[in-house]
């Protein structure tokens, strides 16, 4: 940006770096690093995502990406004392360019400096499956040709991966007493998801509260993103002014989620229409969602414990259980296919016996 001084040039006597888009305001580095904070304390503490002082323990899902280092950093410059942060960390089996090896140590490495205790989960470990095997899965089937049966097709291996993830994390959060779970699920993401959830008028979706999900329910973990009206843009700038290490790829899977191009095309909306992002946010989930959430019919199905894990849900199985049993089975069946094929076909033109 030009050379424009910072908003409160009479305290810090800095250039501007940075122009906030929603409320133009130009900043300094310190002044910007305290604005985000502000915002993040204010969301916190207005949706009682957790109550500083009192010691609770609260558990952040970290990834090694921009959105839960930068989340880290704020919540322990915000409150040094008086919560047990705790860092949990999903090794998802993703090895191409070193993905979940690199994040893995950048999450810890950050945990490490900042005093606090980082955690491990592996999904291949613990439910059989990483989300290479699901997407090795799915290339065998489709190369082959093979008949999909009951199951009708693969999904795209997000829509897996953010399955195993939310089930893993809650169940690390329910079995470990936390209060709280928090991510770092930022205002781009969070609109992005919101636009193609109106896109395909899924009403379900888009009643589902914003910042904070409550729960009354033992199991399930209340879950908080802290960087709900946080831009992505200013999350980038906030790991970069504040030198917060970070996994600067992305996810090799993420490039074939549709949800990226909605993404591009909402950020190109908010390049001429600056601000645009968060106050659709602040208002469809401060006048439309609450009218749609009335609207919707409540679920009038007894409630009962899943017969394989033991977590709330209408029918006798989990909807992650069910997921996850067809998987391994879709898994185990690629590779016996495989096996066959292998074995009847020649390796050579024409085929048949070779001596
Ligand atoms: S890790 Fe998993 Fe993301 Fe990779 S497979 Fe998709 S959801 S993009 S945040
Ligand atoms: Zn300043
Ligand atoms: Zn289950």
């Not at 910072?6 to 929603?22: G, N």
């Not at 205790?117 to 082959?144: C, M, T």
């Not at 074939?256 to 601000?275: C, D, F, T, V, Y």
């Not at 009962?304 to 006798?316: A, D, H, L, N």
Request: with cysteine.
């Amino acid at each position: 940006m030009g050379h424009r001084w910072c908003k409160f040039f009479s305290e810090c006597k800095q250039k501007a770096v940075y122009r906030i888009p929603h409320s133009n305001l130009a900043l300094c580095k310190d002044h910007f690093l305290k604005n985000v904070e502000k915002r993040v304390k204010k969301l916190v503490e207005k949706k009682h995502m957790f109550h500083p002082g009192a010691n609770e323990k609260v558990l952040l899902a970290l990834s090694g990406g921009k959105d839960s280092q930068v989340l880290l950093t704020v919540l322990k410059n915000l409150y040094p004392e008086g919560v047990q942060f705790e860092g949990l960390y999903i090794e998802l089996g993703i090895a191409q360019h070193g993905y979940s090896a690199d994040s893995g140590v950048i999450a810890a490495e950050l945990c490490r400096k900042l005093g606090v205790p980082f955690h491990v989960i592996n999904v291949k470990e613990d439910y059989g499956l990483s989300i290479d095997d699901i997407n090795w899965a799915k290339r065998q089937f489709a190369l082959h040709k093979w008949p999909m049966g009951k199951m009708g097709h693969f999904k795209g291996e997000c829509s897996y991966c953010g399955m195993l993830k939310r089930y893993s994390i809650n169940k690390y959060a329910a079995e470990n007493d936390f209060f709280a779970v928090l991510t770092g699920h930022n205002l781009t993401d969070e609109s992005t998801a919101l636009l193609n959830n109106f896109l395909n008028m899924d009403l379900m979706f888009l009643s589902r509260p914003g910042p904070m999900v409550d729960s009354k329910h033992e199991l399930l973990v209340p879950r908080g993103k802290p960087l709900f009206y946080v831009s992505e843009e200013e999350v980038m700038m906030y790991a970069y002014f504040a030198g917060i290490p970070h996994l600067p790829t992305e996810c090799p899977y993420s490039l074939q989620s549709p949800n990226q191009k909605l993404k591009a095309e909402l950020k190109e909306i908010e390049s001429h229409r600056r601000g645009n992002m968060i106050s659709l946010m602040r208002r469809y989930y401060k006048v439309m969602q609450p009218v749609l959430k009335a609207e919707l019919p409540k679920k009038t199905r007894e409630e009962r414990r899943c017969s394989v894990c033991g977590m709330p849900t209408f029918s006798k199985k989990c909807s992650f259980c069910r997921t996850l049993n067809t998987l391994v089975k879709k898994h185990r069946e690629a590779r016996e296919l495989l096996a066959e094929v292998e074995v009847t076909i020649p390796d050579y033109p024409g085929g048949g016996e070779t001596s």
